[in-house]
């Protein structure tokens, strides 16, 4: 199984504030995934990166960027956070497969955001 | 259109019984995958069960077991002999699109809870 990491667990800031979430993962895997997901709702695809330097947004419009200057570090940055960004941050990563559609995502514990 | 439809928000079941958790998808695609994932309320993404378009048999993996209809488009999860340590939101996914990136598509969960 992937190792997975996500840091920190749980952030509770001010308006205005930048932030960054970390995310980063030891299996050397090329694809990896931001979701954004509300208390007992689906995961919502907001950004995604197929290797370094290669970074693309999801389905679901997100006022946050990422980078990928290295393929074990993936990190999520909110310049100004509002209380609409308030959600749980899950990051994931896959190896790609021999038939595509069954790679499988190794997700991370996420990060709990609360902007007050 | 919603592509991944779970009609039940939540279920309840008594221990050491079968639950079944529904899970209809609408796609156009011939080829694609479907996923199911568990979220305790720690809340990680645990990796369930995977059955690809076309496989023919259903997916089965140790008390989980998928129940693929194709023509009907539903892709429902079976747990036999439920345990208390199921008590989770429940996810199905379908990944598509081969030319888009195949991403990761979730349903809206479904919440199980094992009674004793």
């Known amino acids: 199984e992937a190792d997975i990491y996500q840091t920190p667990r749980y952030l509770v800031i001010g308006t205005g504030k930048k932030i960054t979430l970390e995310c980063s993962q030891t299996?050397?895997?090329?694809?990896m995934y931001w979701y954004q997901q509300d208390p007992g709702m689906e995961l919502h695809l907001i950004h995604y990166?197929?290797?370094?330097?290669?970074?693309e947004k999801g389905d679901l419009s997100s006022e946050s960027t990422v980078s990928r200057i290295r393929t074990e570090h993936f990190p999520l940055t909110l310049e100004s956070a509002r209380p609409s960004h308030t959600s749980q941050y899950l990051c994931a990563s896959s190896i790609p497969r021999p038939g595509w559609a069954n790679e499988k995502l190794f997700f991370g514990s996420g990060t709990q955001l609360s902007v007050l | 259109a919603q592509k991944i439809t779970q009609t039940q928000p939540g279920m309840f079941v008594q221990e050491k019984e079968a639950v079944t958790l529904d899970c209809t998808y609408d796609?156009?695609?011939?080829?694609?995958?479907l996923f199911w994932y568990k979220q305790p309320s720690s809340g990680e993404m645990i990796f369930l069960i995977y059955?690809?378009?076309?496989?023919?048999q259903n997916a089965t993996e140790g008390r989980y077991s998928l129940n693929f209809q194709k023509a009907r488009k539903s892709a429902n999860l079976v747990i036999s002999a439920s345990q208390l340590g199921d008590s989770a939101m429940y996810f199905c996914?379908?990944?598509?699109?081969?030319?888009?990136?195949?991403?990761?598509?979730f349903g809206q969960g479904t919440e199980l809870s094992v009674k004793p």
């Open positions: 990166s197929y290797g370094v330097n290669s970074t």
């Open positions: 059955q690809g378009s076309y496989d023919e």
């Open positions: 299996m050397g895997h090329d694809k």
């Open positions: 796609t156009s695609d011939q080829s694609y995958g």
């Open positions: 996914a379908m990944r598509e699109g081969y030319n888009q990136g195949g991403k990761l598509i």
